[in-house]
């Protein structure tokens, strides 16, 4: 056991490396980017004195090795700092729009996670049969469909018609049955747009280990197929699985910033955009952080399941 | 209602279009080849003819569209008629040629963006693989950290500092994506640097490029192919999100990605304008990864009956 | 008598103007009106605050004629405005990283938001005449020294009244070498600004007879002062509605402030302001009852929304105009030739009918638009002509050209379409455009006024003077063509002082016929205001053309039907 831990360690630490990479990243592209947050918020008005007087204001005026320290510090120390653009303290913006994110993403998890598997169990036991041909092309054009655009055809289906509301409007003190029937519709796409990828790995994942001799001899013995597939091939498919679900789930959390768009869902990806467009340097970079953070974790949960679920891994360097 | 009955009809006339694709090329190719040809499942043929078809449209884009790709040839949005076929865009430009010309374009970017995403990932990914240390490490670390920053949001920061000629567009796409590959690359060279056969080769003293090329490149090549196919997809996507967002491919070049957004407001009404090129890349999409899964099918070692 | 008197009635004025009309001609205040130019701020920059008290000479205003144009459709009830309800609003703006500092409000979601909470000394009414707000009234001896004379009983949200120390708060905001407002530059010539008793006296560095527009100027929103300074982060205001919650980039929700003042006037109990940026989202939020009213309605989709019978759609033409700006000082636009040639190789009327759906006007490269006084609507007009264009080219010595056109949707809606329809029509002509697509983040910095040949739009204005020295003046800060021509700025002084209305005129139409015909600014196209309102809302017969959502105050004289 004390194996597992060693490598959760490790790879924490590898975690915080990259983390910090990241952040270099990220704040040298936005330090490349044209003009910045004091001429970005003066817009067409700018002029010379009033730029400047506001980059005074805001420490803008200030080097940029010297600024990143400063984040840098503030960051170690548990602050984020305060948004140059609205002034607000960026713990504060984010709480609420972290909380949307990740209920949307795992709204959407928990339709799209046993769906695939279901389907992709089922198009393995089945394989090229019709269902299985029907199912992978319905997830193929599904995920080949652009995510707004899906969302628009969704909207003209569901919400023209009054089922569902086109926008969601979602507040702190709704109840959760609301909060679940109004973020109906993107969840529903994002499903779509996941699924397809879960799926065809579960069963490719499946397939893969058909030809195996141990396989072989299940059936010999004259198990159902349904058997040998749930209780022979899945456990030993599941790393990869387990890996690909982890991708989608960060996928989910990072980079639904269309869909947010689109239904009108205050999360982190439309903070984020907005931010790089408007250079609050301090906000890009702690939502870059979530992110990465978020991707991290679940890449490194996906590897302890996995090494849990196949012990042989344990012994890979 | 129309677009059940549509897609019925479009199976209906596909299956037995692919049956006599399929036997043509058992026909026509030379023995070793046709032997697969044979074999192979419906849906293969089908995704073959489908890309075929495509490939044709796209060398041949000036000779089959009634109309040039930019010109505005009538008013708005037109509805399908004897000239028109597939009536006229927002700017009165015809859709069918701009679907023609947009086989050309999209097929093009998006194949020079996975080659070259392919091209840099894989063989870094091999590289790193194989010396492993210090070097593995430190470009894998840093490929880590790329993936981790949200990779629509990764290139709109580059294309914002770089701009958006068709040329950075590529650059940028095939950067990000070249992350995800290296992953792939890596992980499956890992499994292949420590076989007998390299050994041997290594102690033969001979050089990387021989190593990966002669030894661990064929080795590697089925799940970089599964790879490349959705990879191929997803760069028509990128585009679309991108242009989502106020980027993209520049006008007036016709991209199926930027039809799919230019028109896609209509769908709110009804009209099924936005479906033509999303219908399009979708059609690919599956058609590529159908023989994908044909060739995966090959290598997975099963003799079962298809 | 005083001078310059102008009151809540505005009937005084009349007669100073007729006395004095070179006054309020020289004096008019450089109001930057482009001053919000983002992603995705697009029409609605009308920027009209100059209206000077000439257009009151008028009566009917040339505003008030142009109003509004409904469809045959459209017959709201005109009755008497009734209370209640709950007032949403989605808006194609507004970004999770708007601030609270009045100094830099740069959207329509800000200013709608702002006139929702907001009072301001000085509002322009729905006909384009200045009416008092928190300034009861306002007079000037000499148009130097401003008097205004502060409401009394008016209170803020928190239940302070407003006072003259919270007016001077309020203005001196934006001015100050550490101020950071927008506007600052506006209050470069002011000296001085004190209390007298309930009056405020703002001193100036020279007389301005315009003075009272600057003040009506969206970002100068009344709040409460401590020790002379506002709070820049406050929603505290002494306007309609009073802040219940807001989420930048996501919504505000607003009640119905119980103490207004204005009893004739904010009729909803609640106001809802949502910023939806994708236009699709708008148009179903709108179609499935989500919200009442929507802005920047994709013009390709006006008829089928029409054809919905779901909404009203309102459409308020002004002076606001698109452009293609080329910079007169580089090759080759350098010849007036060249710049002739694209001139008659642009399709207006296909412009209008493609990216404007129809709403909006063909204009003649001509910045002054019908709704101004000296508009010169004879002017020989320029129709599609390759020939002609071709002509011009063979003038220049050329057989083609090639030049770049650098757009941007940021620009206007539609630019790249409208590039793309330019580009073809030149193509007959044999002038090659060779269309590039900028971001639109950063579009205004690194595209504008830096490339030769760009997009751009304007507001207008509603007085020709202000127009030509904010856009065309020699060296002027928008002068995005960089163009000089000495016969326009020697005419262009000569105008103001002009007593002579016929001779004023006649050098006002010369004017517009060497800007449209030598000039370096395309202009192809009038673009009106496009809303659309669920059927149940109803608005007053006039709707403002002074800014886009009835002047951002919809919220303000709207009601339920």
Redesign the interface.
């Given at each position: 056991m004390h194996l597992v831990l060693m490598m959760i360690l490790q790879r924490l630490a590898?975690g915080v490396?990259?983390?910090f990479?990241?952040s270099l990243?990220?704040f040298g592209?936005?330090e490349?980017?044209?003009?910045d947050l004091a001429?970005?918020?003066?817009?067409?008005?700018?002029?010379p004195?009033?730029v400047a007087?506001?980059r005074a204001?805001l420490g803008l005026d200030q080097p940029a090795p010297v600024r990143y320290w400063a984040w840098l510090t503030g960051v170690l120390q548990g602050d984020f700092g305060v948004?140059l653009?609205?002034?607000r303290p960026i713990a504060d913006?984010l709480a609420?729009?972290l909380g949307n994110t990740v209920f949307l993403a795992l709204y959407a998890a928990a339709i799209a996670v046993p769906l695939s598997l279901i389907l992709g169990v089922l198009a393995a036991l089945w394989?090229?049969s019709l269902f299985d041909?029907v199912a992978?092309?319905g997830a193929?054009?599904a995920?080949?469909?652009?995510?707004?655009?899906l969302a628009?055809?969704l909207?003209?289906l569901l919400?023209?018609s009054?089922y569902f509301?086109?926008?969601t409007?979602i507040s702190p003190n709704m109840s959760l049955g609301d909060k679940l029937y109004v973020t109906f519709l993107p969840a529903l796409t994002l499903t779509l747009v996941v699924t397809a990828h879960m799926m065809?790995m579960t069963r490719?994942a499946i397939?893969?280990l058909?030809?195996q001799p141990y396989i072989e001899m299940a059936r010999l013995k004259g198990l159902s197929p349904l058997r040998i597939v749930l209780r022979h091939a899945l456990p030993n498919a599941l790393a990869p699985i387990i890996n690909v679900i982890a991708i989608n789930l960060a996928y989910l959390i990072?980079?639904v910033?269309?869909v947010e768009?689109?239904?009108?869902y205050?999360g982190l990806?439309?903070?984020?955009?907005?931010?790089?467009?408007?250079r609050?340097i301090a906000?890009v970079q702690a939502i870059?952080l979530i992110?990465?953070s978020a991707?991290?974790l679940l890449n490194l949960t996906a590897d302890v399941l996995s090494t849990l679920t196949n012990p042989r891994l344990m012994r890979r360097k | 209602m129309g677009v059940v009955v549509f897609l019925i009809a479009f199976v209906a006339v596909s299956i037995p279009l692919s049956w006599a694709f399929r036997a043509a090329l058992a026909r026509l190719l030379p023995r070793d080849m046709a032997y697969a040809a044979g074999t192979m499942?419906l849906?293969a043929a089908f995704g073959l003819m489908v890309v075929g078809l495509y490939v044709f449209v796209a060398l041949f884009a000036p000779l089959l569209a009634p109309f040039p790709e930019r010109a505005v040839v009538g008013s708005q949005f037109q509805p399908w008629d004897s000239t028109h076929w597939l009536g006229t865009d927002r700017l009165g430009r015809d859709m069918l040629s701009r679907l023609i010309y947009g086989a050309r374009n999209t097929v093009g970017i998006a194949f020079a963006t996975t080659a070259l995403a392919f091209l840099v990932g894989s063989l870094l990914g091999i590289w790193a693989a194989l010396r492993g240390g210090w070097l593995d490490q430190g470009l894998s670390?840093?490929v880590?950290?790329?993936?981790?920053?949200?990779?629509?949001?990764?290139s709109?920061?580059?294309l914002?500092?770089f701009g958006t000629s068709v040329l950075t567009l590529i650059l940028v796409i095939a950067a990000v994506d070249a992350t995800r590959v290296y992953r792939i690359a890596r992980s499956v060279a890992q499994g292949v640097v420590v076989m007998d056969y390299v050994e041997a080769a290594r102690l033969r003293g001979e050089g990387t490029w021989y190593l990966i090329r002669r030894e661990i490149l064929p080795n590697a090549l089925a799940p970089l192919v599964?790879e490349f196919g959705l990879r191929f997809?997803f760069v028509?996507?990128t585009i679309?999100?991108l242009s989502?967002?106020g980027l993209g491919i520049q006008p007036p070049t016709a991209d199926w990605?930027s039809m799919?957004?230019d028109n896609?407001?209509l769908?709110?009404f009804?009209d099924v304008t936005?479906l033509l090129p999303?219908g399009a890349?979708?059609l690919?999409?599956?058609a590529v990864?159908?023989i994908v899964?044909w060739q995966?099918?090959r290598a997975?070692?099963?003799?079962?009956r298809? | 008598m005083p001078l310059f008197v102008v009151s809540t009635s505005c009937y005084e004025m009349l007669t100073l103007c007729a006395e004095k009309p070179w006054r309020v001609v020289a004096g008019i205040v450089r109001h930057?009106t482009?001053?919000?130019?983002?992603?995705h701020n697009t029409t609605n920059k009308a920027h009209q605050t100059g209206v000077t008290r000439r257009r009151l000479l008028q009566g009917a205003t040339a505003l008030g004629a142009a109003g509004l144009i409904l469809p045959a459709s459209y017959r709201p009830a005109r009755a008497e405005p009734q209370k209640g309800g709950n007032f949403r609003i989605g808006l194609g703006h507004g970004?999770?990283?708007?601030?609270?500092?009045p100094g830099?409000w740069?959207n329509l979601y800000a200013q709608v938001f702002a006139a929702a909470r907001h009072n301001q000394l000085i509002e322009v009414d729905s006909d384009g005449q200045l009416i008092g707000e928190i300034a009861e009234s306002w007079d000037s001896d000499d148009g130097q020294t401003w008097v205004f004379r502060i409401r009394q009983g008016v209170t803020f949200h928190s239940g302070k009244d407003v006072t003259v120390d919270d007016v001077i708060a309020s203005l001196n905001h934006h001015r100050g070498?550490?101020?950071?407002?927008?506007?600052?530059?506006f209050f470069d010539p002011v000296t001085d600004i004190r209390a007298d008793g309930d009056n405020v006296v703002v001193t100036l560095d020279a007389p301005n007879g315009d003075f009272p527009y600057l003040m009506s100027d969206y970002h100068l929103a009344i709040m409460p002062g401590a020790d002379g300074k506002i709070d820049p982060?406050s929603t505290d205001g002494c306007g309609p509605y009073i802040v219940e919650s807001y989420?930048?980039?996501?919504?505000a929700t607003l009640n119905r402030n119980p103490d207004y003042w204005k009893s004739h006037r904010a009729h909803f109990d609640r106001v809802e302001i949502?910023?939806?940026?994708?236009s699709?989202?708008r148009l179903?939020?709108l179609?499935?009852g989500?919200?009442d009213l929507i802005d920047q309605i994709d013009p390709a989709t006006i008829g089928m929304l029409e054809a919905r019978n779901v909404a009203n759609i309102l459409s308020i033409p002004g002076n606001a105009h698109y452009v293609f700006p080329m910079d007169s000082r580089a090759a080759p636009f350098d010849d007036n030739n060249v710049r002739l040639a694209l001139k008659y190789a642009i399709d207006r009327q296909q412009m209008v009918d493609t990216i404007l759906g129809g709403h909006g006007a063909v204009s003649n490269d001509n910045p002054i638009g019908p709704a101004n006084r000296y508009f010169y609507a004879d002017m020989e007009p320029k129709e599609f002509d390759p020939d002609r264009a071709r002509y011009y080219l063979r003038q220049a010595g050329m057989e083609s050209l090639s030049v770049d056109l650098n757009v941007a949707d940021a620009a206007f809606a539609g630019a790249v379409d409208a590039g793309a329809l330019f580009a073809e029509t030149a193509a007959q002509a044999g002038i090659n455009i060779n269309l590039v697509r900028e971001p639109?983040?950063?579009y205004?910095?690194?595209v504008w006024m830096q490339k030769p040949f760009v997009a751009s739009y304007w507001g207008g204005r509603a007085v020709e003077d202000h127009m030509f020295t904010t856009g065309y003046a020699a060296g002027a800060a928008w002068n995005d063509s960089f163009w000089e021509h000495e016969r326009f700025n020697e005419l262009l002084v000569k105008a103001r002082s002009e007593v002579n209305e016929d001779l004023r005129r006649e050098m006002y139409h010369e004017m517009q016929r060497i800007v449209s015909f030598e000039g370096s600014v395309i202009i192809p196209m009038n673009n009106n205001y496009v809303m659309a309102t669920a059927l149940n809302v109803a608005t007053p017969e006039q709707v403002s053309a002074n800014w886009n959502i009835d002047g951002f105050r919809a919220t303000e004289r709207w009601w339920f039907a």
């Open positions: 590898l490396l990259t983390l990479v990241v990243v990220i592209a936005t490349l980017l044209p003009g001429s970005t918020l003066l817009g067409q008005s700018a002029t004195e009033t007087a506001l204001q948004s653009a609205t002034r913006m609420t729009r394989r090229n041909r992978n092309a193929l054009s995920i080949s469909f652009p995510e707004f655009f628009y055809i909207i003209f919400a023209q009054g509301p086109s926008m409007r065809r490719a397939i893969n058909m030809a990072t980079g910033v269309v768009v689109v239904f009108v205050p990806g439309q903070l984020m955009v907005d931010s790089v467009s408007k609050d906000v870059a992110f990465a991707y991290v | 499942p849906t670390r840093f880590d950290a790329l993936m981790a920053i949200p990779s629509l949001i990764f709109l920061l580059l914002t500092i599964a997809c028509f996507l679309s999100s989502f967002l990605g799919v957004r896609a407001t769908i709110t009804g936005p999303a890349i979708a690919l999409t599956v990864n159908f899964d995966l099918y997975s070692g099963l003799k079962e298809i | 930057r482009r001053r919000n130019r983002e992603k970004n999770s990283t708007d601030g609270y500092d830099l740069d070498d550490d101020a950071t407002s927008a506007i600052k530059q982060t989420e930048p980039g996501v919504q949502l910023a939806i940026l994708d699709a989202a179903n939020a179609m499935t989500q919200v639109n983040d950063g205004w910095d690194n």
